[in-house]
């Protein structure tokens, strides 16, 4: 739903800023009490009739902070992030603790070393409601920028024993780890060959196990990447993440969905904007 805020009676500054993958978008306005300062998260933010009222969507995604892994997810659920029980279910099984040593069940990205970042849940959790029909029982699925491997993780519990997720990483330390990290509570799904994490460029997918029924970029794409991550989508395949509008520096990014209609036809939507680290080179990566 919305709700508005007909007491504004001026918008004095907007400030975009970022913090890790998540921007935020800081409104200072003039209220008839005095100036407040309010701030959400942009992506889900939509504003209308500035001057007369602000309106945007009442998607509480920032606040679906948790103590532990089930109040964290009840959280994200209670808050419209998580619709289906397909995602809850997923998510309940994987304990974001085990991928992550601080801040485990705070909505928030968190760094996991190397310029990298675990995302934050409600990201998370928008992923796996935006895949879902395509990481059913027996699918394959290719995660790029694996990164801690919590994605993996819960990919695998919706493909179940019959399905296969892939998750690529080009820092090999990241990629070790991440390995660690799912032998914790999944290393069943490892030994049986439903998950396997290679090292290597993601940029290039991995067309060892291609096509695909579902591909997830964890990092933001350049455009040139579309076409070769696409190419290895089964029919009716569908390819979500962060893109860079442009090849500019600094470019504003949208996070999208590419469904494979045909050998050589594709639908693209876009979900929302975002603010993503860059899908990089692994010594551009190590040397920012």
Known sequence: GQFSVSVVTKVKKVLFCHNQKELTLNLNVEMRSGPKTYSFLSHFGQLSNIGKELKFRKIMAWRSHGFDNLSLINELKNNGIISSDTVYNAMRKVDRGDFVATNCYQDCPVPIGFNATISAPHMHAYALEFLKSNARSGMRVLDVGSGSGYLVACLAEMVGE???????????????????????????????????????????????????????????????????????????????????????????????????????????????????????????????
């Open 162 to 288: 019959e399905g296969r997720v892939v998750g690529i990483e080009h820092i090999k330390e990241l990629a070790d780890q991440s390995v660690k990290n799912l032998n914790k509570s999944h290393s069943d799904k490892l030994k049986k060959g439903n998950i396997e994490i290679v090292c290597g460029d993601g940029r290039m997918g991995y067309p060892k196990e291609a096509p695909y029924d579902a591909i997830h970029i964890g990092a933001a794409a350049e455009p040139k990447v579309i076409d070769v991550l696409t190419s290895q989508l089964a029919e009716n395949g569908k390819l979500i993440g962060p893109f860079n509008v442009s090849d500019v520096e600094n470019s504003p990014q949208e996070f999208r969905s590419y469904r494979r209609l045909s050998n050589d036809q594709f639908e693209c939507k876009t979900l929302m904007g975002v603010r993503y680290v860059p899908l990089t080179a692994e010594d551009k990566q190590r040397s920012f």
